[in-house]
């Protein structure tokens, strides 16, 4: 039954009419909405005959905890791994529409704070929320589809690198699996100092960083439809990890990948909160070792990885990493100065848990 | 660990890779698709430079059982609800989108099997799937995002009624109440004889239909473009009960619908199986009355409600069923024969249960 609180209302306190008036008026129109939420379907702009549209589901106890991430925390996250596929085809988001399971128990105010999260991180890509379902479950599931116009330009794909082309990268390495190492270990409630005591300002700015990059990414959105203007031959966004996501550019391009080790060293704070977290006894091996894996397997980051025909002028954020090459029978596919990785996993696998 | 015998296999032997290449070539191409599964996204056709997009989820627990429902079942199910929504805009399915949260314990057959639904349900329409997620979880969950094509047409939206409109409907009425109480009070296991004993074959095919009806509803998708063509000026696919629907058109349209109690007489094998029920004990009432009530608030038939221009002649399987009034103050929006409803309730919440 309803409550005087509206702050203390769980789902269970309203019917779905009475949660989706909540929620709402929360969510962005776009340019591309030509009929929006509220009727059987909506109804969106693709104004070059074409629409690009990838759907990703989060996971409660999965992909997060209500412990460790907050409702707009997910809402975040949510658009941002959604608009980085549309963004890895070159294309502009247009439109979400979002499937939503919630336990009775959750609290009303998690719900609109989900809503708030996708709504601030699809609107400035100019994205729209313009349908959605709800229903009740045990598990906080949320399915987000995606769409995005190519605006005439052919769609990058993952199987367009040639031997010769730059690989290059746009966006943060690493930093999202700095911040789940971080919370992890137990550092997440005490707010995200490691080890509950006192520590110099400029480690904690960079475990807060980490922590926000592990709540809610923040993909380079802008950085796809500018690599494919710029010529990029390949494209995909950063979700399991840097080697693997190579590889699989690698893979349906019938090419190797020779990343480069000093491109891709670590920054100064990601090997500051790893020498943090090693001290704290929470994971093992040296700091920059660590960091030096975050980057290279660390999931969920959502930069995008593109290869550019030798010699284009990269465009936005993006920076070379490595070079595409022939590929020859027996050599691993992804390599870091011409040799094999040094680091164990090559990503992380949804089904076995990370 | 993989066995070797694939059909006892589970989700938790299979990564994702391997889970997704069991379900990719069960998943039919469409003549929309320009670039298929296996890239950050999907490329899909629109013609007239707008796209419909509508979702939809189902969860374990909630919208359908296990040990009612197979794979198959839930999968066309998920497909045909979906594929609804959209047909009541006046389009045709383009492309689909499927995000799936399967337990680790999940046999991997049911999985297929859910695809091969998917497959079953699209196909006729011309749909394909082109995209999808998987991920772990306590509880089955399928998130459906299916698009369409307008061809040219202004959407059919809830709000276009007017007075003097003809109401009609296209589809079954009931019968999917009918399967979910057969199932209800036990009569699902035993090959849908409630009573477990004899019973004549007429029955058993009633039974079966009702059955059927819930576990794989067969939304009529030709006729919501047929309905566009023809003028209808309110449209919407019957999810949450036949009153409860009309009264959505009512509302968004400002009129007020009056239901011809004759035209929505129950059909004869609802009522036997009504009566089945009722001599069995599982449901109070009379056989008759049971399945009025059936018809007037059964939810998930799928079928297509819609108002169309008096004289229209109305297309394929659209049948009068009311008409459509001015909404005079203090007057309930939907009635019967001029006159209240005279059931408890007018559909179902899905947070409510049920």
């Known amino acids: 039954m309803p409550t005087d609180a509206p702050d203390e209302q769980l789902v269970r306190d ?3 009419t009475g949660l989706l008036a909540r929620i709402f008026p929360l969510l962005p129109a776009g340019a591309a909405t030509l009929v929006g939420p509220g ?3 909506a109804v969106v702009a693709a104004p070059d005959r074409r629409f690009v549209v990838s759907t990703d589901v989060l996971v409660e106890g999965r992909h997060f905890r209500r412990e460790w991430s907050s409702g707009e925390d997910v809402g975040r996250r949510a658009a941002a791994q959604n608009l980085a596929d549309v963004a890895a085809m070159g294309a502009r988001p247009t439109a979400l529409v979002v499937s939503l399971v919630v336990p009775g128990d959750l609290p009303v105010a998690w719900v609109t704070g989900l809503a708030r999260g996708l709504a601030g991180a699809s609107e400035p890509s100019g994205a729209a929320v313009v349908g959605g379902d709800l229903s009740g ?6 399915a987000v589809t995606v769409h995005g116009d190519l605006e005439g330009r052919p769609p990058v794909l993952r199987s367009g690198a040639r031997p010769g082309d730059v690989v290059a990268l746009s966006g943060v390495r690493g930093w999202s699996a700095a911040g789940l190492a971080v919370l992890s270990t137990g550092g997440g409630a005490a707010g995200g100092r490691p080890d509950g005591g006192p520590s110099e300002d400029r480690r904690d700015a960079d475990v807060d960083r980490a922590l926000a990059a592990y709540r809610a990414p923040a993909p380079p959105l802008a950085d796809g439809p500018a690599a494919a203007v710029a010529g990029a031959t390949a494209m995909l966004d950063v979700s399991d990890g840097l080697l693997r ?4 550019i690698a893979a349906a391009s019938g090419v190797a990948i020779d990343l480069d080790g000093a491109a ?3 920054d100064d704070g990601l090997v500051a909160v790893a020498d943090t977290l090693v001290r704290a006894g ?3 091996g040296a700091g920059a070792e660590l960091a030096a894996t975050w980057v290279l397997t660390g999931g969920e980051d959502h930069g995008l990885l593109a290869t550019f025909p030798a010699g284009t002028a990269l465009p936005g954020g993006f920076r070379p990493v490595g070079r595409v090459r022939t590929a020859a029978a027996g050599e691993g ?12 996993g090559t990503g992380w696998d949804h089904f076995g848990g990370r």
Do not use: T
Request: glycine fraction near 12%.
């Open 14 to 16: 309203l019917d779905e």
């Open 39 to 41: 009727d059987d379907a």
């Open 137 to 142: 479950g045990r598990d906080v599931v949320v």
């Open 245 to 248: 996501d190579a590889g699989r």
């Open 264 to 266: 891709l060293r670590p």
């Open 282 to 284: 929470g994971e093992r």
């Open 333 to 344: 596919r992804v390599s870091v100065d011409g040799a094999a990785p040094r680091v164990s």
